[in-house]
């Protein structure tokens, strides 16, 4: 069972910076990929960054790009995702998951369930 947990989320002002963290615990295998997503309230989810375990493959969402960053370091069994220049409409719930693979059409090939997400709130 792939059980990850997301963390690293708070409170920052538009143009700041955080870092969240994505850890692993628990399971056999090893996904093949893991993914970002966020729910802002009252909208779908949406898929943001993944990357596949070897680190080679690496997608972003193009409202992402330049501003997120996904990494990896898997002696921390954890992925990160670095977001710079965090404006108020980044606010959301982040949620990290298991993907099958990371490439075309990555996120619907997450699997397993949801974990309970990291709050972000951008506001001055």
């Known amino acids: 069972q792939v059980q990850l947990v997301e963390s690293g989320g708070g409170l920052v002002e538009p143009g700041g910076s955080l870092r969240l963290s994505c850890t692993a615990s628990?399971?056999?295998?090893?996904?093949?990929?893991e993914g970002w997503f966020r729910q802002a309230p009252g909208k779908e989810r949406e898929a943001l960054s993944c990357i596949s375990r070897s680190g080679h493959a690496i997608r972003y969402a193009d409202y992402v790009v330049g501003r997120f960053t996904i990494s990896r370091d898997d002696a921390k069994n954890t992925v990160y995702l670095q977001m710079n220049s965090l404006k108020v409409e980044d606010t959301a719930v982040y949620y990290c998951?298991?993907?099958?693979?990371?490439?075309?059409?990555?996120?619907?090939?997450?699997?397993?369930?949801w974990g309970p997400g990291t709050q972000v709130t951008v506001s001055s």
């Open positions: 628990g399971f056999t295998p090893v996904p093949n990929a």
């Open positions: 998951a298991p993907l099958q693979f990371c490439g075309t059409n990555w996120a619907a090939a997450r699997f397993g369930n």
